[in-house]
């Protein structure tokens, strides 16, 4: 059984993450070889601002909402074309594979000659590497449950200043008009402070993101050597003829140990 102790296992943690987040990411296993169709679909998307400041110009408000319509059907239309059709002929080029659900079982395949390269190659191997992420998981859990707690008692304040104000209102009419006002108010500035907190959540909090999707990619493969182990199932061998005829694939998996 391999044990990880103190600052080393958080280095080799720490390490693990940045090979999963920048190695298996979409973007390094597909976007980056598409690059120039990603600038034109948002050049083009840009130029198709056209139609609704043109429909809002020419009708009013009844032609500004004509002209979002027709640009969000622009949108879908030309990420189809851009994006997904150039997305999927890269799969099939370089991969040689036809679907997204087959990427993520490459993208575990790559994870999982990876860590058998540095030594974690069983179900008993993987479950100490997990129990080291998950250890930073927890603390990040924490964090969240007071970011949570700030925001309720930001807004529980904010309803209390208000219901001293509606109790000094005069006369009884105002006081339930007020009243309606601040719930409106209340229920409107904790959506809108929800939203702040989920943008920054999602800049600051990319890499907690990351832990947790490696850590559910890793119970993946616990169970996947399990089946292995007791069945005849080989659910990545179609994946493994993938890796050997890709050089790419091949670089990755050979990338610096995280030890």
């Known amino acids: 059984m391999i044990e990880i102790r103190g600052n080393d296992g ?38 198709c601002l056209a139609f609704p400041i043109a429909f809002g110009l020419a009708y009013g408000i009844n032609g500004l909402w004509m002209g979002i319509a027709i640009y969000a059907v622009l949108l879908i239309l030309f990420y189809y074309v851009l994006i ?8 099939w080029k370089r991969y040689r594979i036809r679907d997204f659900q087959k990427l993520q079982l490459l993208k575990l395949c790559l994870l999982r000659n990876y860590l058998a390269r540095n030594g974690f190659q069983s179900p008993e191997e993987l479950a100490v590497l997990q129990q080291m992420i998950e250890e930073d998981t927890t603390s990040f859990t924490k964090i969240v449950t007071i970011k949570n707690t700030a925001i309720l008692l930001v807004v529980l304040l904010f309803a209390a200043l208000g219901a001293v104000f509606i109790l000094e209102a005069n006369p009884e009419g105002h006081r339930i008009f007020l009243a309606v006002l601040l719930a409106i108010l209340v229920v409107v500035s904790a959506v809108v402070l929800r939203g702040i907190s989920y943008v920054v959540s999602h800049v600051v909090d990319a890499k907690k993101r990351n832990e947790r999707a490696l850590v559910r990619d890793i119970k993946e493969l616990r169970a996947s050597y399990v089946a292995q182990h007791n069945t005849e199932y080989q659910p990545y061998r179609e994946m493994e003829l993938v890796i050997q005829n890709n050089d790419i694939l091949r670089e990755i998996i050979g990338e610096k140990a995280f030890f």
């Open 10 to 47: 958080h280095m080799a943690g720490e390490k693990l993450i940045r090979f999963y987040r920048t190695k298996l990411s979409n973007y390094n296993l597909i976007y980056y070889f598409m690059m120039q169709h990603i600038v034109g679909f948002c050049l083009t998307m840009v130029l």
């Open 84 to 91: 997904v059709r150039k997305a999927r002929k890269v799969l």
